[in-house]
Structures are given as C-alpha cells and as structure tokens.
C-alpha cells in the first residue's frame, strides 16, 4: 500500500508518501507545494491538481488521507480551503484512490497520544519514526506526514477487520 497524505492550503500544501509492504514503512517522499497569493485562485487551483496527479502517478499512490478543515475566524479562507479538498477528492475519485479523512485532534492523538499537542510536538514524533527526514522549516510538512501516517494505520485497521 503506498499512501498520500495532504495536509491542504491555497499557499502551502505539505504532503508526504509513506509505503507499507510486508509490515515495513518507508517514507518514499515529502515536502510541500508553495503557491503564490498573487496568482487568481483558478490558477492556483490547477497548479495544485497537476502537482499532486504527478504524485499520484509517480508513486502509484493507493490511498489518499486528508486533514478534515475546522472553521476558524475566516469564514473566506475555510471556503477557499473547500476549493483545495474538491480537487484532491475529484484526484481521488480519478485515480481510484481510497480516501480517509481525520480531524486535527484525531490526528494528534494518533501520533502522539495527546489531542491537543502543539505542531512542534507532532513534528518531534514525526522526526523521531523518520530519522532520515531532512529537517523541514515547515510544520506543513511533518503535519503531512502525520496525516499519512493516520490514513496508513486507518486503512491497515480496516483491512485486518475484513479478515484479508
């Protein structure tokens, strides 16, 4: 199994690729996806779609995870982030890609025990499993990686439950 996870914006997109085979796990790619506030939105938009289609197919992604969004002050910004998750389900969708979707505390609580754990505490854990991972300036990174890291352990829950 070999899975994306995206953890999504409209000027920064993290993102990380994690494989599981015969219960090894390796991080096969991760970084993040800036785009300029300048360019329109549409843009944008495309720019993000052709990024991650590439990804997708590189890797022969199976699975796609997603940070489910929570509604901060900025009525706009959630509603722009909604343009960002319509692509990567219509990626899904195309590819045939499984897709797990997980709040922010769940995501939290799953890497590191605590649901309220500030990002640096997220990204120590992160960097602790992944030794080797180039130290990122951004916490859009290891926050990907810990969204690829719940739909990994999501998908491979689902699939002992079904006995396969």
């Known amino acids: 199994m070999i899975i994306l996870g995206v953890d999504p914006g409209l000027q920064v997109s993290g993102f990380g690729i994690i494989k599981q085979e015969h ?3 390796w991080l096969l790619d991760c970084g993040y996806l800036k785009m300029s ?9 495309a720019i993000l779609h052709d990024f991650f289609s590439k990804k997708i197919i590189q890797w022969s992604v199976s699975e796609l995870a997603l940070e489910t969004p929570f509604l901060g002050k900025n009525a706009q910004n959630f509603l722009k982030l ?20 997980f709040a922010p505390r769940e995501i939290k609580q799953s ?7 500030p990002k640096d505490q997220v990204a120590r854990v992160v960097l ?11 916490y859009d990174v290891t926050d990907a990686i810990a969204i690829t890291l ?5 998908a491979e829950h689902n699939r002992v439950g079904l006995g396969r």
Not at 111 to 117: D, E, K, L
């Open 111 to 117: 890497v590191t025990g605590f649901g309220a754990a």
């Open 150 to 154: 719940c739909g990994l352990w999501h």
């Open 128 to 138: 602790q499993l992944f030794p080797k991972l180039p130290i990122q300036d951004k």
């Open 23 to 25: 219960h090894k796990t």
């Open 37 to 45: 506030s300048q360019k329109p939105i549409s843009e944008r938009v």
């Open 82 to 101: 909604g343009y960002v998750r319509g692509i990567l389900y219509l990626l899904a969708h195309h590819h045939g890609l499984g897709l797990h979707e």
